[in-house]
């Protein structure tokens, strides 16, 4: 008995080694091409778009990642059907419905100026979603859409059953964590637990993500690289099935910053509203940030 | 002593820029852009001597005095080492020790020598060695608007300076007559006010002393707060929007970007057009585009607003650079990169000038085509 213990164990030990392995050589590897590709830079007066650091389909087949082991299924649970984790998604993925559909009188007044200082097609967009948020409400009244104080007491007397949840709740100090807990939060191909990442994981993001980044894309300008960080983000919860169609928070904010994102979905937002350029350097932070992320 | 004599570095760079922008010069430089401490010694010693020399040439130079104005900006951490007798190469130390940026842990041996240049400039900008950060700012405005503008393009920031006070003013008035405000007269305000106090008496003097209250005070009490409820209801609902105050004062807006942009297309003046392209290019936020940064837009085919206002960050520098405004090694902007005055500190920065800096390193490639057709078009559109 004690014998099949030990090589039980040992085969998850082999396992766990196996899948790490190929996940480092992966990274590395995606990481070295990216630097390579990015290395060239052109003269301020000979540019013209054969410059640009788009990579081919060849290019691109050449760095798609293996089809490693996933690595969640060796790890620690992270995230299992946390009531804390759901009730914060829900708010999360649906905040600009609740906005929109708001009773509370100031918040009614402050939607009228807002929608009176966009333009045309933004006013037309915002009737369409208003109406597509009231539909909603009707086909799924246990959102409670029209009453945001119900969905935080949801949120707040909800006990945490998972490391995320525990960190959402504020139970977990995220300064507590090490780098592997971190990193093993990040490759748990969660989406849950992605899509808030940048908001609960804040430091490492900012000491570790945004410095690679600067070497990734060869930029040093802050801003510039903090934005193309979360474009590449947010493309990435769109590949794990998070929901990027027009009426999505993430698009509807899109459409009132720039009214030719209206109706779009993320990836036609990125091919449409994006330049050549933006575009060759959200590919790059994309493949940058699954390196981390797988 | 008050004195109307702009005496640091940051001035000299005027004077010395507004002589003809000589290429060959400024490749000259480009090629000596990183040179061991001692060259940058020297060099500082010999702007320090210019300066002396100077000093009578460009009294009463109006646009010296706004740059040491704007540059002492970037003096308060000297000031207050110079009251508390700190040593301004320890600030400069504590600074690399908390920059995430640099894997550096201190400053190098260049960096030190242009933070004490920097240091020299601030400390030939301060009249009275115990006055605040404070007073000195307000005494370099009071002597920069007790100068009248002679040149060109003097008068011309004088005008830009001018135009985008009266655009805040605006913007103010456009926020103030947006809020609810009352319909109704003081007078009647008042009566209802009265009226309030009167009924809030009543109801209080029901109360008074009293353990219990009867059947009879408690429907007084009903009463009571029935009537406050309708007086505060009439003061709640005369609470609205000026809208034709509002869309009046858009319009003038409207007016005053056109007249900018107008104005724009004659600047010579690199400090005005820093002044009012920040005004005229800024993106604002989920509203509809001005139709200045709907044209730029359209014809950039850059979309994103966000992405404008990075671009701008970048964009703005290079045009004015290209109007000879100050762009070499010891500019405003350079010390500023160099040191992190103002963003972060580059040391890929120091010694260089700004296009070095920024197509050397700064910019990324996939960014670059995008700064480029910027550039041209406000080159194309405004013929800068």
């Known amino acids: ?294 | 002593m008050v004195t109307n004599n702009p005496i640091n570095q940051v001035s000299l760079q005027h004077s010395a820029q507004t002589e003809k922008y000589d290429e060959k010069d400024k490749k000259k430089e480009n090629a000596e852009a990183i040179k061991p401490s001692s060259e940058i010694e020297q060099d500082v010693g010999i702007v320090e001597e210019s300066s002396k020399e100077d000093k009578t040439d460009s009294e009463d130079d109006y646009i010296s005095a706004y740059r040491d104005w704007q540059y002492f900006q970037n003096c308060y951490t000297d000031v207050e080492d110079f009251l508390k007798q700190k040593d301004p190469l320890d600030t400069l130390k504590e600074r690399f020790a908390n920059n995430p940026r640099e894997s550096q842990s201190e400053p190098t041996a260049q960096q030190n020598t242009y933070y004490l240049h920097h240091v020299d400039i601030c400390k030939g900008m301060i009249d009275n060695d115990e006055d605040n950060y404070y007073t000195n700012m307000e005494r370099l405005e009071n002597e920069f608007r007790s100068i009248a503008p002679k040149s060109e393009e003097e008068k011309q920031l004088e005008q830009a300076l001018l135009m985008q006070k009266q655009l805040r003013q605006l913007m103010l008035d456009f926020t103030y007559t947006s809020r609810k405000k009352s319909n109704l007269s003081s007078e009647q305000l008042q009566e209802i006010n009265q009226q309030i106090n009167q009924v809030t008496q009543n109801l209080l003097a029901v109360y008074d002393g009293k353990d219990e209250l009867s059947e009879q005070e408690n429907l007084l009490l009903q009463q009571y707060s029935q009537k406050l409820d309708e007086l505060n209801g009439i003061i709640a609902k005369s609470h609205v929007v000026d809208n034709e105050a509002s869309d009046v004062i858009n319009a003038q807006i409207n007016q005053h970007l056109v007249a900018m942009e107008e104005f724009l297309k004659t600047v010579i003046s690199p400090d005005a057009f820093l002044i009012i392209a920040g005004n005229l290019f800024r993106s604002e936020y989920f509203q509809k585009d001005s139709p200045v940064l709907a044209k730029v837009k359209q014809e950039t085919r850059i979309w994103d607003s966000y992405y404008i206002d990075i671009l701008n960050k970048i964009t703005m520098p290079l045009i004015a650079c290209s109007m000879n405004y100050p762009c070499d090694a010891e500019s405003d902007y350079m010390l500023s990169y160099c040191l992190g005055l103002r963003d972060s500190m580059f040391n890929q920065a120091c010694g260089l000038d700004l296009e070095d800096f920024y197509f050397n390193f700064y910019i990324g490639a996939n960014q670059l085509n995008d700064v480029n057709t910027y550039f041209q078009y406000m080159v194309n559109t405004y013929g800068h």
């Open chain 1, 1 to 294: 008995m004690a014998i099949k213990r030990l090589i039980s164990a040992v085969l998850m030990l082999l396992l766990v080694f196996l899948a790490w392995y190929i996940y480092t050589q992966k990274a590395g590897k995606e990481i070295v091409e990216h630097q390579a590709l990015a290395r060239e830079k052109p003269q301020f007066t000979e540019l013209n778009n054969k410059n640009l650091v788009v990579k081919t389909q060849q290019e691109e087949n050449k760095v798609k990642p293996l089809d490693a082991p996933k690595l969640e299924e060796v790890v620690e649970i992270v995230y299992d059907d946390d009531p804390v984790v759901n009730a914060s998604m829900l708010l999360k993925e649906n905040i600009l419905c609740i906005r929109h559909l708001s009773d509370s009188k100031n918040y009614v007044e402050y939607l009228q100026k807002f929608k009176s200082r966009l333009d045309k097609n933004q006013q037309q967009f915002y009737e369409k979603f208003t109406r597509h948020c009231q539909e909603l409400n009707k086909q799924h009244p246990e959102y409670h859409l029209t009453d945001k104080t119900k969905l935080n007491q949801q949120k707040n007397k909800a006990q945490a059953t998972s490391l995320w949840g525990r960190i959402i709740k504020g139970e977990q100090q995220v300064g507590d964590l090490s780098d592997s807990e971190i990193r093993d939060l990040l490759s748990s191909g969660d989406l849950n637990i992605l899509t808030e990442a940048p908001k609960y994981l804040r430091e490492f993001y900012q000491e570790v993500v945004h410095w690679d980044l600067e070497s990734v894309l060869q930029n040093h300008q802050y801003d510039y690289v903090a934005y193309i960080q979360n474009y590449a983000h947010q493309l990435y919860l769109c590949e794990l099935g998070a929901d990027c169609s027009p009426y999505s928070s993430t698009m509807v904010m899109l459409c009132y910053l720039n009214s030719r994102g209206c109706g779009l979905d993320y990836n036609s937002y990125i091919q449409t509203v994006l330049t050549a350029g933006q575009q060759a350097d959200v590919k790059l932070a994309l493949g940058y940030l699954k390196s981390q992320y797988q």
